[in-house]
């Protein structure tokens, strides 16, 4: 009598945010979603990163979670080898390109408070004068003036308003350089400039090129406005409970929230 063969996976690839979706409060993994991950895995699934920070600001959690495969990082611009410690795919921002767009925002609502994530493996967030870093764990450099923050190359830069709020200076800020630079908002207080055609979508797609995965076999979770092309590409997409309403609008199905687990409460239905 022959054995029927092993069930297919429901989806071959898991791809998760980290803020505010697969993170707890300081930057940690509760026991409960590292064993969910830890079983998917087991029968057969890959996990993939997705997440806006660059390499430097999200190494110690792929270190704390013992994560050997593909991380997408810095909004879709680097794809990071974990196992390695290696850059396969890094896009810059034009620092040029990126002065002009700023020019142009402050032009309609007046000075605004920027950043830059540094391309590279050891680079550097550099923060010029109002910027307020509102995760204080994480490594950043004060410049006096902004010119410092074009003294290397970047991959993004990080906008916030002394008035607007992020939606507001995220409407702003698409609708005055959108047809320069990709405007996405990855978190509260985190408006983001990047080069044209980055996002998680693209990024996630090189990963998954690399692995040999399809949009058509993938899961993914987020809670943010950068995280709707990420869930366009994929199969499904799964949003926290702590959401952005405009994520909610088009997710596939809503979990609880960061705080209670929700990729894990997932994750256990599909690959228990």
Not at 7 to 33: E, K, M, W
Not at 172 to 188: C, P, Q
């Amino acid at each position: 009598m022959t054995s029927a063969p092993p069930p297919a996976l429901p989806y071959a690839l898991i791809a998760t945010d980290l803020d505010g979706t697969l993170l707890r409060a300081g930057d940690t993994v509760s026991a409960r979603s590292y064993a969910a991950l830890a079983t998917a895995r087991a029968a057969g699934a890959q996990h993939i990163v997705v997440t806006g920070r660059p390499v430097p600001q999200v190494r110690h959690v792929l270190d704390d979670l013992g994560y050997t495969g593909l991380a997408v990082c810095g909004q879709g611009a680097q794809v990071y080898d974990a196992a390695r410690g290696l850059l396969l795919h890094s896009v810059s921002m034009d620092r040029g390109l990126a002065e002009v767009a700023l020019g142009k925002i402050e032009a309609e609502i007046g000075d605004v408070y920027a950043a830059v994530n540094q391309e590279g493996l050891d680079a550097e967030m550099l923060m010029g004068p109002g910027y307020r870093m509102w995760h204080p764990h994480l490594p950043t450099v004060r410049v006096p003036r902004r010119e410092g923050l074009w003294a290397a190359p970047i991959n993004k830069v990080l906008l916030q308003h002394p008035r607007l709020d992020d939606d507001e200076l995220t409407r702003v800020a698409r609708a005055v350089v959108g047809d320069l630079v990709n405007v996405t908002m990855a978190g509260e207080h985190t408006v983001e400039l990047q080069p044209p055609g980055i996002d998680k979508a693209s990024g996630l797609g090189r990963a998954a090129e690399v692995l040999g995965l399809a949009p058509s076999t993938t899961i993914a979770f987020g809670d943010m406005p950068n995280d709707i092309p990420m869930f366009a590409w994929a199969a499904h997409g799964v949003a926290m409970a702590n959401a952005h309403p405009e994520l909610l609008a088009v997710a596939d199905e809503t979990t609880l929230s960061n705080e209670a687990d929700g990729v894990a409460v997932v994750l256990e239905r599909l690959y228990a």
